[in-house]
């Protein structure tokens, strides 16, 4: 019998999914359950909630005291809305110059404030953040330079915040054209695996839609859905999915869309219920697995022609 020492060391990857604040609890929780069941991580990449919780990973910031942060935090740090100039500048400049309601500076304050490092050059592992240059319409996946000013630029929602401006280039929300952007590392980074955590929320019909728009933030629900409109090519309905690559290197892609209590934007109060059943549902999907993920993929073959593996459908 081959011994711990003998086996080949797997190359293993994540990429966090965009999904607004009960994103950022969600995926917190994900990394909380990856941790405890002791799953090392070579490579992150993430879009909008996701890049802000892969950026802090990254950095090498110690998970529980980001997840005790989030414990606390109130909308005001990341949010700070200037209803009185918006409605100015729409009423009495035609909108001239307003590109958002909300500046970035608070949330990238907020990012700096919880990064152990300051550029994606000094990460603990490789980070790559995804954006949409507002100018060209394509996406752009950062990878290098100031860290938290390109996860803040991910996370930009159009309207709600103003985009964010690099290199002479405006960025904004990356979940408008990619919502988990598993091409920037999976054959970059050579993976076996890469595990995709998936939480944008889903569209509902039209009853679904109707009973929203009656409570608070009807506007930033409406955008959500037209956001999150999106079906990736990996998602199977099922708590826990294998696909391959497409990209042809052979990598095991293993997709998990847990389950969650909703968290209208940009209320935090329900954040640690979100993180917890993240955190439960991640280590529900793996831990029958978790040998074959951290030693042999080759043991997932039988399993990546599945659409999905009996582990807990959503209702």
């Not at 500076?105 to 954006?131: G, I, K, T």
Request: proline residues 5%.
């Amino acid at each position: 019998m081959r011994s711990e020492r003998d086996r080949p060391r797997v190359r293993l990857g994540i990429v966090l999914s965009s999904g607004g604040v009960r994103g950022v609890y969600a995926h917190t929780g994900f990394l909380l359950a990856l941790r405890e069941m002791g799953v090392e991580v070579d490579a992150v990449a993430g879009c909008s909630a996701g890049a802000v919780v892969g950026g802090v990973f990254a950095s090498g910031t110690d998970l529980q005291k980001w997840a005790d942060t989030l414990a606390t935090v109130q909308p005001r740090q990341f949010w700070q809305p200037r209803w009185l100039h918006f409605l100015w500048s729409m009423l009495f400049r035609q909108g001239r110059a307003c590109t958002g309601i909300a500046s970035t500076e608070p949330a990238r304050n907020f990012c700096r404030e919880n990064l152990s490092v300051r550029r994606f050059e000094d990460c603990q592992r490789p980070f790559h953040a995804l954006a949409i240059n507002i100018a060209t319409g394509r996406k752009k996946v950062f990878s290098s330079g100031d860290l938290a000013t390109s996860m803040v630029a991910s996370g930009a929602i159009p309207l709600l915040y103003q985009p964010v401006e690099i290199d002479g280039e405006l960025y904004c929300d990356g979940a408008l054209i990619d919502l988990a952007p598993t091409d920037a590392i999976c054959c970059q980074h050579e993976l076996d695996v890469l595990i995709v955590h998936h939480v944008a929320q889903r569209a509902g019909g039209t009853a679904s839609l109707k009973q929203a728009i009656q409570g608070r933030w009807a506007m930033i629900e409406i955008l959500n859905r037209l956001l999150y409109q999106q079906r990736p090519w990996y998602l199977s309905d099922d708590l826990l999915a294998f696909r391959r690559c497409p990209c042809g290197c052979g990598a095991i892609v293993v997709v998990v869309e847990p389950d969650l209590p909703e968290l209208s934007w940009p209320l935090t109060h329900r954040g640690p219920e979100v993180m917890a059943a993240a955190r439960l549902q991640a280590r529900r999907a793996l831990e029958p697995h978790l040998e074959a993920l951290c030693h042999d993929p080759r043991r997932l073959d039988d399993k990546v022609e599945e659409s999905s593996v009996g582990v807990g459908s959503k209702p």
